[in-house]
């Protein structure tokens, strides 16, 4: 399958700074790109929709100020933890589509980023 | 209103031991049926997607086959290193988006 790098895979921050967050589709490119947040032992939470070129579309109840998401090309999307505090420590990971032919996708998964806010 | 319902939510197998996991899911059109495998702390990897019934796909110890209401992950003569938990998601027609299902979690004994 294709590659999603995601980095970092870990970070550590004190409560007020900003963390960003990378994704890169390594051998494909993704005009749609998709950012989760995953609590222990629950599934993936949708937190937005990253479309190249365009505004992302975040999912009701995701604060769009604290969340910033950039996807400034077509392999490269980033996610920017603003004014972070201990209530946004979590998992979170990036998603890259890639699009096969008859309109059909595939999604791949970064590894992950555990971000602990101090 | 689209929807994924898996299980069980947990599977303990003795090593050899084969059985499957169920992805039930109602969607307006489907798209596409994805699983996938995550371990802890890790991002979900991917395994299939299935775009209509009748439709199987292999990997290894892995069979996935899908109706219009269900997807089957069957796991022939598991090993330890398969435990993980299983994740299924469906797609609708109308989005990029994928819905997921809480998760099957497995653990396969020696």
């Known amino acids: 399958g294709a590659v999603v790098s995601q980095h970092p895979s870990w970070v550590i921050c004190k409560s007020g700074t900003s963390v960003k967050i990378e994704c890169r589709s390594l051998?494909?490119?993704?005009?749609?790109m998709f950012w989760y947040r995953q609590f222990p032992k629950q599934s993936l939470m949708l937190m937005a929709t990253?479309?190249?070129?365009?505004?992302?579309?975040?999912e009701q109840g995701v604060e769009k100020d604290k969340f910033l998401i950039n996807h400034a090309s077509l392999t490269l999307s980033t996610l920017t933890v603003t004014s972070a505090h201990p209530e946004d420590s979590s998992f979170y990971i990036c998603?890259?589509?890639?699009?096969?032919?008859?309109?059909?996708?595939?999604?791949?998964f970064g590894q992950g980023t555990r971000l602990t806010v101090v | 209103e689209d929807q994924v319902t898996q299980s069980p939510e947990a599977l303990r197998l003795q090593e050899g031991e084969s059985s499957s996991l169920n992805c039930s899911y109602t969607?307006?059109?489907?798209?596409?049926l994805f699983w996938y495998r995550q371990d802890p702390g890790k991002g979900p990897e991917f395994l299939f997607t299935?775009?209509?019934a009748g439709e199987e796909k292999e990997k290894e110890r892995l069979k996935a086959t899908l109706t219009k209401k269900e997807s089957f992950l069957h796991i022939t003569a598991p090993k330890p290193e398969d435990s993980a938990t299983y994740l299924c998601?469906?797609?609708?027609?109308?989005?990029?988006?994928?819905?997921f299902g809480t998760g099957t979690r497995l653990q396969v004994f020696p």
């Open positions: 969607v307006s059109g489907l798209r596409g």
């Open positions: 299935l775009y209509s």
């Open positions: 998603s890259a589509m890639e699009n096969r032919d008859r309109g059909r996708t595939e999604a791949f």
């Open positions: 998601a469906v797609q609708a027609y109308n989005t990029d988006k994928l819905i």
């Open positions: 990253s479309n190249e070129g365009s505004k992302a579309t975040y």
């Open positions: 051998d494909f490119q993704a005009t749609t």
